[in-house]
Structure formats: C-alpha cells, structure tokens
C-alpha cells in the first residue's frame, strides 16, 4: 500500500524485535503515547508500511539507577544535571499487520532490523488501514464514533452481527449499555431497518420509544398456562414426579379438560394407580404428596388462561422491542419468559430459512442471570436450566439463520463460555478484573495478552472493538458517540436521602 503523505521519523528499532513485537527508541524530540499507531516500512518492500500500536513506554537513564550518582544527588536535594544527557525513552508496540498490493490483510513475515526507522504517519496515511476500499456486498453499517484522538470513523457491520453474534463487556458505568442504546437510535436511521430485542434488566431503555421502539413489560409475552412445559418447569416437580405431572397434562390437553390444580392431581392419581411408575402403594402414595405440595405451594398460576402477546408479531410491528424485566423479581418467570421468547424467535426463523423474510438481533442484558457459568447460577432451578439451554440452542444455532444475539455482562467471568465462545464480535469497555480479563482473552478470538494493558485504562465510553463485524481485520479503540444516555436514577444519592429527611 503506497502513502504519499510524508512520514515523520520519531525511532529506531532496537535488538530484540520479532515479527509481532517491536521495541524501539524514541528520538529527543519525539513524544510516542500509548495506545497511538504508528509505522513500520516492511523489510522487503519498502512501499508497503506495516502498522503497528504502542502498549507501553519507558524511560531509562543509567544514572538513576540504584546506587549511582543520581539517587545520591537526590539524597542531597540536589539534580545530577550531566546525568541527563544519558536519558531516553523505549517504546513497545505490538505489530499488527499490513495491507499487501492485492489489498489482502497479512502479518509481519519477518522482524523489523535494528536502525529500521519507526515513523508517525499523518491522519490521512493512517485512514487507509481504517477504512476498507469497499464493504462487503450484504454489509449493512453504521458509524459508532471515531478511533480514539482521530476524526477516522469506526464502523459495525450489523448484518455480521445477525450472522456471527456478539459479545458486549465492561465495568459498571464504562459505557456498555449507552453503546447499546445509541447503536439501535443509529439503526433506525438506515434502510432498511435492523430488527432488535432488548431484554431490558433494570429499565434502561425508554429513550429509545423517539425511535419508534416499543416498551412491553416481559410477562405480556409468559408463556399460556396451557403450555405443558411451562407449567412442568414453574411447578418444580423432579424425576419420577415430573414425568407423571408431564403425562397428566398431555391427557388433560387431548381432552381439552381445563388444567386446574383439582384435574391436574386427578388425572396424575389416575396414572400412578396403574402401577408402571411405581410398584408400591407407599411409594405411589410419597409421590402423590409430592405432586400435591407443588400443586398447592407453586400453582397459584393454574386456570388464569390470560393470553400472552405473539413476539414475532410484535417484531414484525415494531423495529425495536423493548422487554421490561424490572417490572418484579420473579426470577424463575423471568427464565421461562426469556427462554419462550428466545426459542420461539429462533425457531420462527428457522422455518422460514427458504422464504428468506426474516431476521433479528436478541441483546440480553446482565447475560449472567440466563446463561451463568457452572457455579454462578443465580438460582438452582429448572427454570434456570431451560434458559441456559436456550441460550446455548440459539448461540450455536441461530446465526445461520439471521438471528443474532448481543450478549452483555459487567462480569464475563460469570457468563457461560460456551456463549461467549461463539461471537465473532467483541466490544470491550474497561475492564479490571483479572478473572473477567481472562474470560475475554481465553474465549474470544483476539487472545493477544495485550488486552492487559489496553483494558484497565480506557475511559467512559471507550471501548476495544474486533471482530467479522468490523471493517478492520485488527482491534481497534474507539470513542463511542453517545447521542442517548439510558434512564437511570433521577436523582443523585445524597439528593434522596435530603428529601428522606423531609
């Protein structure tokens, strides 16, 4: 890739570089911040320059090393001024690849020599490694912010994000959730119109109704109580006990009895007394008891046949849907909503895989509560099962069918690695932990341990990008523009509780 605008020599590369790592000393009058681009020329041909991104700097001057003449200056309150002429700086930078003749993305086949300049291209000669000659022929993009301390834009391609899924992290008010919110206020601009699911924890989202989203409280869409699967699971019968109560409804359903507790237990005394379950009366007599406690401690639902609303016909109607999960704190119907409506979309769509009419992205908030890793469940139920197992269903399944899942946690350590696994996208905001940095590394397909030193120290609503949804075949850090904040508490702490003395 030939750049005509001029370069500015602000290093040399020092011993010890390999094909991906690059050391070099910074010159006197030169500043190299971290995280900044710069340029290689690639050793063979001189008209192709590689790209390269600092991680760190460091300065040295053998002076001030222990037991030398600068710390015992120091000691004295005074400065060793001769020892300055001995200061420099070195920087360290991953290299990150080039752009052939052909315009084909390639890493460095060689390392960069000693003396090899490294130079600080113009705005202009860095755009190029940006912004691809042309997208993809079905990309469908929108322009989320600018790369960091550029006017260079950064791009997401949601017709990949239908396709390969995605994975959205970051501390607590990093920005993950205004990323969200302004990438489907964005969405409704183009043509056409990306379908989205929000499922939406902590009412966040109502901004979005002025972009003709619409705001349902999840349980509009609970699963009839005719259907028997819900009700086997939200009665919390086990073993034996879950297939006899499984068998009652599917007789009571053929002979459209209504499913009342007092139908459900006669129909489920009816099975047991023919003897195939059990071969003892006490043992018959024990699940019976059992069957009954479920039926009058966990049934009060039974017999309200209020209709929930159809969630592809309310895709279909509306651009954006908005699923309200903080409207109460039934975990366990909040489970089997979400998995109802995540089969049921996915399903819905892989019948229609030849007619070709429908497609949709599914973000899940705090995706912990739906997909926990092994021993981070949030309750120990069959609810929680079946909406793990949804969510692995659909993450594995449902991309080649045009059903996209964002999924979003403060906490990746917590979320199932099987889900995280399978995006191809990633957006990463600041990040700390050293657990929940190793579930980015291990799980994703970046996996450069340089992610340790870029996540820790990105600002509020800075995050790293990378993935098929991205223009760039390498990681980028971009400043995400925020046009909608999401709605969280009016007030600040200290104002509530002036009014709580009031």
């Given amino acids: 890739m030939e750049i005509d605008a001029e370069l500015k020599p602000i290093g040399y590369a020092l011993s010890g570089c390999t094909h991906d790592f690059l050391i070099f000393v910074v010159m006197e009058t030169a500043r190299v911040k971290v995280n900044n681009f710069y340029f290689l020329k690639h050793p063979t041909n001189p008209h192709v320059h590689v790209l390269t991104r600092t991680f760190r700097t460091q300065p040295y001057n053998p002076e001030m090393i222990t037991g030398r003449t600068g710390p015992l200056a120091g000691k004295k309150g005074r400065q060793a001024e001769y020892g300055k002429k001995l200061e420099y700086t070195v920087a360290f930078a991953e290299i990150l690849g080039y752009y052939d003749e052909a315009h084909k993305w390639r890493t460095l086949e060689t390392a960069p020599a000693p003396w090899d300049y490294v130079y600080e291209p113009s705005e202009e000669a860095l755009k190029q490694f940006f912004i691809p000659k042309k997208f993809a022929a079905d990309a469908l993009t929108l322009e989320l912010g600018k790369v960091r301390g550029t006017n260079i834009p950064v791009y997401l391609d949601l017709n990949a994000v239908a396709k390969g899924h995605m994975f ?51 349980d509009k869409f609970t699963p009839s109580v005719t259907d028997a699967d819900f009700i086997v699971a939200k009665l919390g019968v ?57 039926l009058e401690n966990r049934g009060e639902f039974l017999g309200k046949n209020t209709k929930s609303l159809d969630i592809i016909e309310s895709i279909k109607e509306h651009p954006a849907l908005i699923l309200d999960f903080s409207v109460d704190t039934d975990i366990e119907k909040q489970h089997l909503t979400a998995s109802h409506i995540i089969n049921e979309i996915r399903n819905y769509a892989m019948q229609r895989k030849n007619e070709g009419d429908f ?107 990378w993935g098929i949804a991205l223009p760039t075949p390498f990681p980028v850090i971009a400043e995400v523009k925020v046009e909608e904040f999401p709605q969280k508490a009016t007030v600040f702490a200290k104002q509530a509780w002036e009014r709580m003395e009031t």
Avoid at 180 to 190: E, G, P, Q, T
Avoid at 243 to 260: G, M, R, S, Y
Avoid at 368 to 392: H, N, R
């Fill in 238 to 294: 086990k073993g034996k006990e879950r297939d006899t109560v499984a068998a009652a409804l599917e007789k009571l359903v053929a002979n459209n009895e209504e499913l009342t507790k007092e139908n459900i237990i006669a129909k489920c005394e009816e099975i047991l007394d023919e003897g195939v379950t059990y071969k003892t009366p006490d043992s018959q007599a024990k699940a019976l008891r059992a069957i009954q406690w479920c």
């Fill in 359 to 465: 497609a949709c992205i599914i973000a899940i908030e705090e995706a912990q509560y739906l997909a926990p890793e092994k021993g981070a469940e949030i309750v120990e139920s069959d609810a929680q099962d079946t909406a793990k197992a949804a969510m692995i269903e659909t993450i594995s399944q449902a991309g080649g069918y045009n059903v996209g899942l964002i999924i979003m946690t403060q906490r990746p350590a917590y979320v199932l690695k099987s889900c995280i696994s399978q995006c191809n996208s990633v957006a990463c905001f600041r990040l700390k932990s050293g657990n929940d940095q190793d579930a980015i590394l291990m799980y994703t397909e970046y996996g450069s341990e340089r992610l340790r030193d870029y996540l820790p120290g990105l600002a509020d609503h800075e995050a790293m990008l």
């Fill in 168 to 218: 959205v992290a970051g501390m607590t008010r990093s920005g993950k959730s205004s990323f969200l919110i302004n990438l489907v206020a964005k969405a409704s601009r183009l043509k056409p119109r990306p379908r989205f699911v929000i499922f939406d924890r902590r009412g966040e989202y109502g901004a979005l109704t002025k972009y003709d989203a619409k705001v349902f409280s999840y």
